[in-house]
């Protein structure tokens, strides 16, 4: 169930978030093609792991997503997909984690980069997007639509990588029967594309002021080490499970 806190927040957050994110395309296509060039190899700003260029026999989880994944607001080294580079670490587990997060990014400035994200090659996809369409009211047949063919483009231009798309909620100031078909489109589509579904990111900090920064919408510090705990709940059993066939 979608919680009411979060709700409540992301509407209160909804001007200021929605203001950041009314660059024009150019603006966002310049950004995007930066970071991808950037997520695109290991060892280049922007990864979650300061590291040499990796080899051969290193396998690579690319974390594809909003402000929410590139850790906005936060230090470099405290957003979600490098605090599971630590848990990674700490399992020993041989993976490299990239963060490929871009601030205020829709679906479809998702598939305006998509192409350039998957000139590399990754054992796991995670894809957090459609909160910034939540925001904006794009329509959910429109989010639909480009998370569909994003998640197909994924698995056809990657075949063998193991894919994770993250729930996502709309803003309660669009009515319960934007929010409802907002919140179904995720299963539903996990299940069509044969994607492994992630409960909602921000379970458990969503509406906690102590949890968030002063937006109300990202998380701080404490609330992000709750995020990454959650994406690893979904993350590690997949890790696991490729790490014993290799």
């Known amino acids: 169930m979608v919680q009411r806190g979060w709700r409540a927040a992301i509407f209160v957050a909804a001007l200021t978030t929605a203001s950041a994110c009314r660059s024009s395309r150019a603006d966002v296509d310049t950004v995007a093609a930066s970071t991808v060039g950037k997520a695109s190899t290991p060892a280049a700003q922007g990864s979650a792991r300061s590291a040499p260029a990796a080899t051969h026999s290193s396998h690579q989880v690319l974390f594809i997503g909003t402000s929410l ?44 980069r998509l192409d350039w994200l998957l000139r590399g090659s990754y054992e796991v996809i995670f894809v957090e997007t459609g909160a910034n369409d939540g925001l904006r009211g794009t329509p959910v047949a429109t989010v639909r639509e480009n998370l569909r063919t994003i998640l197909s483009r994924i698995h ?47 379970n458990g900090v969503a509406g906690d002021e102590k949890l968030n920064q002063a937006d109300g919408i990202h998380p701080n510090q404490r609330g992000e080490h709750i995020v990454a705990d ?8 997949v890790l696991r499970s490729l790490s014993s066939r290799a």
């Open 69 to 112: 994944t590139a850790g906005l607001g936060l230090s470099p080294d405290s957003a979600y997909p490098q605090l599971i580079q630590q848990k990674v670490d700490a399992a020993h587990l041989p993976f490299e984690v990239v963060n490929a997060g871009v601030s205020g990014e829709t679906t479809a400035g998702l598939l305006r």
């Open 230 to 237: 959650n994406v690893w709940r979904s993350l590690e059993p």
């Open 156 to 202: 056809s231009t990657q075949p063998n990588a193991r894919l994770l798309v993250v729930q996502m909620e709309a803003p309660p100031n669009l009515g319960p029967e934007y929010t409802k078909a907002f919140h179904a489109m995720y299963p539903e589509l996990a299940k069509e594309q044969g994607a492994t579904l992630v409960p909602f990111l921000l």
